[in-house]
Each structure stands twice: as structure tokens, then as C-alpha cells.
């Protein structure tokens, strides 16, 4: 048993007064009997042994209902150890799309605000944070209202995210028992592999589950082909429960201009197609109906007037193998040779190709460094007979690139990298047994280029990166059969493309985005991105003949936007969010560490309450002081 007010014991050494008294009371005097009474001695004796028992009853009853009394007020109580420790609780409240899922007709995130703002006591001071949000040390009632106003986000804080956050959040007692409360679906995408922060710290999960694990999502969309004047345009859905058909609308801005079924097959995937006129200039919008999670129901893109890539070609040697790779559908393609090349050409194009010069003449080499520094891109295809001193005047720039020994031996080339920006989305996997073209002779390069392409031997083929890539070996028929193989379309249809990286169909949000536009901006302008109700400056390049915009974090919603200088639209923009949480794969709890597991708020804190409990006693003492005084009045009245 403990104390609230352990120092008002001390008034229980005032029940020695009482004590003293009644021993003083008792008292023994000495009594003379005279003859005419003695015949009354006994009966005297008899009333005095019973008046000295009332006496004693009487002061063990009021020496215990002062104690009653006394530890009343000492407010007595039983609680565990823990009850009595000051606490700490960091709530985290998972606000991703995958809270979209339905129970009881409301969001999962609707629900737990609810259970939340019902549970939390009004006079806690607590810390909670989202995905997106974050409140210190508040009340309830300072954050309801913003607690009600949280939307939906696709940013997704990772396990160990959640843990740093939450550290911060934490005081720095050591006395302090820390709770951190997670309150989410846990999907697979959270990553959380170990719940533990610390060992101080306790952690609850609190897994909130949906009433259907259904949803349909649109999953991408692509122009499959264009045939006689129009464009195949295809959208993939794809489902985690068996649907048979859904309704799939096509829009043109607000004018619905499309609609058809989607059958999906046996692994709850399908594919829709719709046609439209090649040349129409359509910002789409691809819209199904789906209860459950809503985010992933619109998918936007655009078709704008394609932009053609300009790509000029210097040779000393056969370039008709270019021709056959940018064709005149998406680049404008010229070739010159060095003596007839016209300098004054180079400023308007996106990519030159210096294919088998001996030779860098100094004008040139300004030409090009002038070209590159204005957002240009090169490829550079050596001769079989170089000389050295001009090509390392010119690479010198780049990363310290230089051309080094002529190595006359044939290598096989057999190496490829993957991952480099050239060939993301070229493989399906990773080929590692091919026809590998080979080359007669190359120079070896030191560079802080990385390679794209690599010999056996692990010298370089392809180096590149940023706008410049250089050829260690001549692609003439009498030195290499690179021509012939398969990796020249797209190793450099890519490096063309890259030269002007337009907008595509549409882009994922939150993801690194670099697009060129192609103007010449004028002095102190900036491009903004523009929706009706929202606008935002990307981080943004100028160059002679184009402007390079960055996006990271922004924009922060799906749509489609329109770049505009000034009041003038240039192009349209769309962004979409990414799907990841559309295919609802939730955790399982049992596998991960945590000091309690829920269903629910309210059983999570149902549970707390219960550790937590203090059983106060000083109402029953209350309760057996007056037991007391009715015992004494009933030994005054009753007791002779």
C-alpha cells in the first residue's frame, strides 16, 4: 500500500494523548469499608470492573476512528510500479492513400481520428506526426481541428524514418517511461522489419483493417502504335480480388470523348484500348469507379505537338548508319562534313556527333566547349588514327577524360551497365549470354566518365554521362561490327533523346524529374507550373536554346500542368502518383517486436488504462471511520 500524502502519518503518534489520558483515569485508590456498608461491597465491585471495560472499549474504538481518520486523509492506494512513473506517448498516424481502404463506410484514417480524439484524455499532453505533419507537446484540444483537416498523401515514411522522427520527439528523461504508438495498416511498402526503438522506449502497433481487401487501380498508360492517322492509346488496370468488368472513360479536359469495358483476365489484370486522332493536341484524363481505394480511380496524361531533337553529324567517315537511327519522325537529322561545316548551325542543335575525325581544329574545339556549356550534348567516335594532342586538348574539360595507348588486340564487348541512365527500361533483365561484337583495335581511356559499355577486360567501350560520351574505338566495318550488333539502336537513339529530354506521356510524383523546354528565355524570366488552383517555380536552367526544369518534392497533387512564361502556355505537364499502395499487401504483426499488437485506439487504450490503474483506498477508510462512531454511540447507549 502507498501514500498520496505519506507525512499526515505522522499525526498517528497523537494517539498517544488518548492513551495517556484514560491510563491516568484508571488510576487505583484505596477504599475503606465501613460496617454499615460492607453488605454493598460486592455489587461496588461489580460496577467498577464494568464501567473500567466500557472505558477500554471506548478508547480502542476512538484511537481506531482517528487512525481511519488520519490515513483518509493520507490517501492510500494500491498501483503498480510502473503507474506511479511519469509517462511520454508519440502517436504516429499513418496518412498514406492505402488509409483510403473503407470500414464502417469511413476511411481507416477517418476512423482512427475519431477513436483518437474520443480516447486521448483532454488534460494529456502528447506528440503526434504524420506522414506529412507534425505536433509537439500539445492537447488535444489544440490539434482537433487540424486533426480532422488531415488529408491523404502518397509520401510514406520508412521504419527507420518513423524511428528517428520519433526520437526527436521523445524528451531526454531517463525516469520517463516512452510509449510510441503506431497507428497504420502496414502495408509491405511501410518496410518496418524491427518496431523497436529502443529499449526504453515501449511500442505499440495498432493495425487498422479494412472490411474488403478489394481494390482496382489504373495502372499506367502508353501509345502502343500509331496506324493510318491515329494513335493506339492502351491502359493497364489491374485488380486484387476477381472482378469481371468495370467501365473505363477517356476525357479530353472535362469533354468525355471515349468509353469502353475492361475484361480483366485470369491474373486480374487488363488492358483497354482507345483510339485517337494522331495529331490532336488532347490533355487526358482516364477515369474508372472503384469504392475502395480512390487515389489510384484517375490517371492524367498529355499529347502535345511532338517536339523533333536536332542532331547534327561531323564525319570524316560513312555516316548513312545514323540515318537509319534517328529518323525523321522524332529527330531533324543533317550531316557535314569538317571542311564544309557551317559554325554558325551548331547553337541550334540538341546533339553532334563527331564520327572518325582525326582531328580537333582549335575553332572547333571552342565551337564545342561554347556548344556543351549551353546545355548541348556530344558523342565522339574516334578514326582508327587519331591525333592525341587535339582530342585531349578537347576532353580535358570533361572529368579529366583522356585518350590514352593504342591497344591492338581484339576484345570482345561484353560488358553492360545496366543501370546507367542510357539503358533504364531498355532490358527486361540482365543479358549475360549474347553474340558479343568485338573490336580490332581502341584506345584506352582514363576518365571520371563511368562506362557504359566495357571490353573483357574491363576497359572502356562507352564512357559517358551528362551530355558527353566518347567511343574509345572507330565503328568502321574494318575495326569493329558494333554497326551490326543490337546495342547501337538503342545505346544511341538514347543518347539522342537524352539530348532534349521532353516531357513524356506523364510523370510520377515525388520522383527526380529533369525536362528541357525547348525556348530561348528571355532575360530575369522564370517558367511556373500552373493548375487552376495551384502554382509552383521548379528549380529551372536557362541555356541559349533551352530551359532545363528539376522536379523532387513538387508538385505535391496529380494533374496536369501548364508551363507558362508570363501569361504564355508553352507545353503541358502531367503527374500522376505512384501505385505502390494500390496492391494492398499488408504485414503480418506476428512477426514483428512490439510491446502490445491492437486491432483498435480504443483496445490499445483500454489496455494502457488498465496498467495503469491506481486502486484508491481512502473512501473505504472514510467508510469504516463512521462504522467506528456508530460503535462508540453504540457502547455509550447500549453498555451500562
Known amino acids: 500500500m502507498q501514500f498520496k500524502y505519506p507525512e499526515i502519518l ?36 461489580e460496577s467498577r470492573k464494568s464501567n473500567t471495560l466500557k472505558k477500554w472499549l471506548l478508547l480502542i474504538t476512538r484511537m481506531l476512528l482517528f487512525t481511519a481518520i488520519i490515513m483518509a486523509f493520507a490517501q492510500p492506494f494500491f498501483a503498480s510500479q510502473t503507474a506511479l512513473k511519469e509517462k511520454e506517448t508519440v502517436v504516429y498516424l499513418d496518412n498514406s492513400f492505402s488509409m483510403q481502404a473503407k470500414s464502417n463506410n469511413e476511411t481507416l484514417l477517418t476512423n482512427a481520428v475519431q477513436e483518437l480524439i474520443k480516447e486521448i484524455p483532454d488534460n494529456t499532453t502528447f506528440s503526434l506526426f504524420t506522414n506529412t505533419h507534425v505536433f509537439k507537446d500539445v492537447m488535444l484540444k489544440d490539434i482537433q481541428n487540424d486533426l480532422l483537416g488531415i488529408s491523404f498523401t502518397q509520401q510514406q515514411l520508412t521504419s527507420n ?154 564525319h570524316q567517315e560513312d555516316n548513312a548508319f545514323l540515318s537509319r537511327i534517328f529518323t525523321s519522325d522524332e529527330f531533324n537529322l543533317s550531316n557535314y562534313t569538317l571542311k564544309n561545316l557551317n559554325y554558325s548551325v551548331l547553337e541550334s542543335q540538341n546533339l553532334l556527333i563527331l564520327n572518325g575525325l582525326q582531328s580537333f581544329p582549335n575553332a572547333l574545339q571552342t565551337s564545342l566547349q561554347s556548344f556543351k556549356a549551353n546545355g548541348g550534348s556530344i558523342l ?62 581502341y584506345y584506352k581511356i582514363r576518365s571520371g566518365l563511368s562506362n557504359v559499355l566495357s571490353f573483357e577486360n574491363q576497359d572502356a567501350f562507352l564512357i559517358g554521362g551528362d551530355g558527353i560520351y566518347i567511343f574509345s574505338s572507330s565503328l568502321e566495318g574494318e575495326n569493329s561490327n558494333f554497326k551490326n550488333s543490337p546495342l547501337i539502336v538503342p545505346t ?81 505537364m502531367s503527374f500522376n502518383y505512384a501505385r505502390e499502395e494500390s496492391v494492398l499487401n499488408y504485414m503480418n504483426l506476428d512477426n514483428l517486436v512490439g510491446t502490445s499488437k491492437q486491432t483498435s485506439i480504443s483496445a490499445l487504450f483500454q489496455n494502457t488504462e488498465n496498467d495503469n490503474r491506481i486502486s484508491k483506498l481512502w473512501k473505504w477508510f472514510v467508510i469504516l471511520a463512521l462504522l467506528f462512531i456508530v460503535v462508540e454511540v453504540l457502547i455509550q447507549k447500549y453498555f451500562k
Open 492 to 572: 544511341l537513339y538514347n543518347i539522342g533523346i537524352q539530348s532534349l529530354q521532353l516531357p513524356q506521356l506523364y510523370h510520377k510524383l515525388q520522383s527526380s524529374i529533369a525536362v528541357d523546354i525547348p525556348i530561348s528565355l528571355e532575360k530575369d524570366h522564370i517558367l511556373r507550373l500552373v493548375q487552376p488552383n495551384y502554382e509552383f517555380i521548379p528549380q529551372q536552367r536557362s541555356f541559349a536554346k533551352k530551359v532545363t526544369l528539376r522536379f523532387n518534392e513538387n508538385p505535391s497533387q496529380a494533374g496536369i500542368y501548364s508551363v507558362m512564361d508570363k501569361e504564355v502556355a508553352l507545353k503541358n
Open 10 to 45: 505522522w499525526a498517528l503518534f497523537l494517539l498517544l494523548i488518548p492513551i495517556l489520558i484514560h491510563l491516568f483515569q484508571l488510576r487505583r485508590f484505596k477504599k475503606t469499608p465501613f460496617t454499615n456498608v460492607q453488605l454493598l461491597q460486592k455489587v461496588i465491585s
Open 161 to 314: 524514418e518513423i524511428r528517428l522522427k520519433a526520437e526527436t520527439l521523445f524528451e531526454n528523461g531517463e525516469n520517463t517511461i516512452k510509449n510510441l504508438v503506431l497507428v497504420s495498416d502496414f502495408q509491405q511498402r511501410l518496410g518496418i522489419s524491427d518496431a523497436n526503438t529502443s529499449l526504453s522506449t515501449n511500442v505499440h502497433l495498432v493495425q487498422l483493417q479494412a472490411e474488403a481487401n478489394e481494390n482496382i487501380s489504373i495502372d499506367s498508360v502508353f501509345v502502343q502504335k500509331t496506324i493510318a492517322g491515329t494513335k493506339e492509346l492502351t491502359a493497364k488496370l489491374r485488380s486484387n480480388s476477381i472482378v469481371e468488368s468495370i467501365p473505363v472513360s477517356l476525357f479530353n479536359g472535362t469533354k468525355l470523348i471515349a468509353k469502353t469495358a475492361a475484361v480483366f483476365k485470369d491474373d486480374s489484370s487488363s488492358e483497354v484500348v482507345f483510339s485517337i486522332p494522331d495529331n490532336d493536341i488532347i490533355e487526358g484524363r482516364i477515369e474508372i469507379s472503384d469504392n475502395s481505394l480512390t487515389y489510384d480511380n484517375e490517371l492524367y496524361f498529355n499529347i502535345d505537338q511532338k517536339e523533333k531533337i536536332n542532331v547534327l553529324g561531323i
Open 380 to 441: 565522339i567516335i574516334p578514326s582508327l588514327d587519331i591525333q592525341q594532342n587535339t582530342y585531349n586538348g578537347l576532353l580535358s574539360n570533361y572529368r579529366a577524360t583522356s585518350i590514352g595507348t593504342l591497344v591492338r588486340s581484339e576484345r570482345q564487348i561484353t560488358n553492360i551497365a545496366f543501370n546507367h541512365p542510357l539503358y533504364l527500361n531498355v532490358f527486361e533483365k540482365e543479358v549475360t549470354n549474347f553474340q558479343y561484337p568485338k573490336v580490332s583495335n
